[in-house]
């Protein structure tokens, strides 16, 4: 059982590049979120889905892009990387908006725009 | 405005005695989940223990317990007997209504235990 499965582990990008960020997970859990942590600092939501076609923004949206078409998938896109987008992603995925279901994790993506 | 705050930064314990990490939250949702999250120096994010809003016993699991005063807004964590291997970031979340996948989190309390 993988869980949460985010790649690559490490990026370095220049200003203005694009990439995508992939995120699996094989729980079947509805709910994925995109996370960025900036240091010394706790996390903070970019995008996030209650199911496969729906996603909505989170608190810091900008510059990036989300889609889910399956269940398991939910890439994150940075449109054209800006040094203020250095940063540790993190995807999550939890199984139900009832209860005691925490998320799971992701081992974190570390990007760096130069 | 922030939803959860953590007052404390960085907190210390000697091994095998407990130690409380502080959180207050803010929400006029009704209906709401409260978590606590591990984050060793590794860097992965491990899922501790929650508290729902209308749960009304305090959690427990193993060793950690969420010491929960609604009527103050506070969601404490409490580990008992640290051990060397609890020296981590400790972050406190909140999930308002009932959207799982959208949670609040505070900046987080460094905890070091000391042998």
């Known amino acids: 059982n993988a869980g949460v499965t985010q790649t690559p582990k490490f990026q370095v990008l220049k200003t203005g590049q694009s990439m995508t960020l992939q995120c699996a997970q094989d729980m079947n859990h509805e709910y994925m979120s995109w996370y960025r942590q900036d240091p010394g600092m706790g996390l903070r939501l970019i995008h996030y889905?209650?199911?496969?076609?729906?996603?909505d923004q989170g608190e810091v949206p900008n510059g990036y892009n989300v889609s889910r078409s399956t269940t398991e998938d939910f890439p994150l896109r940075l449109l054209s990387a800006a040094p203020s987008q250095t940063s540790v992603y993190f995807c999550?995925?939890?199984?139900?908006?009832?209860?005691?279901?925490?998320?799971?994790f992701g081992s974190g993506t570390r990007l760096t725009v130069v | 405005a922030q939803k959860i705050t953590q007052t404390q930064p960085g907190m210390f314990v000697q091994e095998k005695e407990a130690v409380t990490l502080d959180c207050t939250y803010d929400?006029?949702?009704?209906?709401?989940?409260l978590f606590w999250y591990k984050q060793p120096s590794s860097g992965e994010m491990i899922f501790l223990i929650y508290?729902?809003?209308?749960?009304?016993q305090n959690a427990t699991e193993g060793r950690y317990s969420l010491n929960f005063q609604k009527a103050r807004k506070s969601a404490n964590l409490v580990i008992s007997a640290s051990q060397l291997g609890d020296s981590a970031m400790y972050f406190c979340?909140?999930?308002?209504?009932?959207?799982?996948?959208?949670?609040?989190f505070g900046d987080g309390t460094t905890l070091t235990v000391k042998p």
């Open positions: 508290q729902g809003s209308y749960d009304q």
């Open positions: 999550a995925s939890s199984y139900s908006m009832a209860a005691n279901y925490g998320y799971t």
């Open positions: 929400t006029s949702d009704p209906s709401y989940g």
């Open positions: 889905s209650v199911g496969a076609g729906i996603t």
């Open positions: 979340a909140m999930r308002e209504g009932s959207v799982a996948g959208k949670s609040t």
